[in-house]
């Protein structure tokens, strides 16, 4: 078994005065986060365009140049809470724009970064330039990215990374991304967390709806309740698919008994095998009983692109 508690934070988008409002409302939202037990927050995206900004200014004079100076409250509150930070920002340097998240471990220090791999119309038109897919490893996980448009682009953003064997997708958003996410899940068969204000979504491997919520709701509208969505998930995790496995899980599960959560969805033709006990591993089950993930069994018909 192995646990993480992850949590999406909605900001409210234009209705804040000051770049510094936004920055202090996040603060706090880490803070709430953190007390209910949250390890990984993944804030919504490029939050310091979610002010109001002064009349007639561009998009480039919203890039910030020094984006550590004016996060350092938010990163320390981090800090303080221990709590992992996916912090996503429109960035300027010498090379021009950037649509970012930084990934900052419990410390603060930075385990990498993840730029948007297909900028919107209007963010090209500007100058914001694309990225390459990469991955980021935190605490012994495996974690793709997304930004926004970049969901509409599997083969261009989920494809590569998913080769590397990620072990979840963060997708800090400014769009809901619909059915296309639950589809995505079952097709990568990894969760995915989309941190997008109106309504943020927790999917498990399975596409199987862990945790949603944001702005949308009325209660938040009214003023009432906290704008964070979050859910644990058990990443000592895999998704099977039922052909040639399917003779064997009722032998798993009278072998393990409690050690082992079995959960099938007729539909999509996938068990998905967990262990919920912290002397065994999927892993060993699999070995024990010669099971094949989804992933595999796949690729033994239509072979998957090897990792560079």
């Given amino acids: 078994m192995n646990e993480k508690t992850i949590a999406a934070l909605a900001l409210r988008d234009t209705e804040y005065d000051t770049l510094e409002e936004t ?3 996040a603060t706090r939202l880490v803070s709430d986060a953190a007390r209910q037990g949250a390890e990984l927050l993944v804030l919504p995206e490029t939050i310091n365009l979610l002010h109001r900004p002064k ?51 419990r410390d603060g220090s930075l ?47 989920f494809e590569p990374q998913f080769a590397k064997g990620v072990d979840a997708f963060l997708l800090p958003s400014m769009t809901p991304g619909g059915s296309l ?36 709701s009325e209660t938040l509208r009214a003023g009432f309740g906290i704008p964070i ?4 998930i058990n990443f000592d995790a895999v998704s099977l698919f039922a ?37 065994l591993t999927v892993a060993e089950v699999m070995r024990e009983f010669e099971l094949i993930s989804r992933r595999d069994y796949l690729a033994q018909l239509n072979p998957l692109p090897k990792p560079e």
């Avoid at 992992?84 to 010498?94: H, Y």
């Avoid at 969505?229 to 644990?232: D, E, I, N, R």
């Avoid at 008994?257 to 912290?278: H, T």
């Fill in 243 to 279: 052909d040639f496995n399917q003779q064997k899980m009722a032998d798993v599960a009278k072998h393990y008994g409690p050690k082992v959560r079995i959960r099938f969805d007729q539909p999509n033709c996938i068990f998905v095998l967990e262990s919920r006990s912290p002397d």
């Fill in 55 to 105: 009349e007639g200014m561009t998009l480039t004079e919203c890039a910030m140049e020094d984006w550590q100076g004016p996060t350092e409250q938010l990163r320390e509150a981090a800090v303080r809470a221990r709590v992992a930070l996916v912090l996503p920002l429109l960035v300027r340097d010498a090379s021009g724009l950037a649509n970012r998240f930084y990934f900052l471990d």
């Fill in 23 to 25: 920055f202090r409302d």
């Fill in 229 to 232: 969505v979050q859910a644990t």
């Fill in 111 to 157: 385990l990498g970064e993840y730029q948007k791999c297909v900028p919107s119309v209007g963010e090209a038109a500007c100058g914001v330039r694309p990225g390459t897919p990469k991955t980021i490893r935190w605490e012994g996980l495996s974690f793709g990215g997304s930004i926004c448009i970049d969901l509409y682009y599997p083969q261009t953003v």
């Fill in 181 to 216: 996410l639950e589809a995505y899940a079952v097709t990568y068969g990894v969760p995915f967390i989309l941190a997008y204000s109106p309504w943020s979504r927790i999917l498990d491997r399975d596409g199987r709806e862990l945790a949603a919520g944001g702005y949308r």
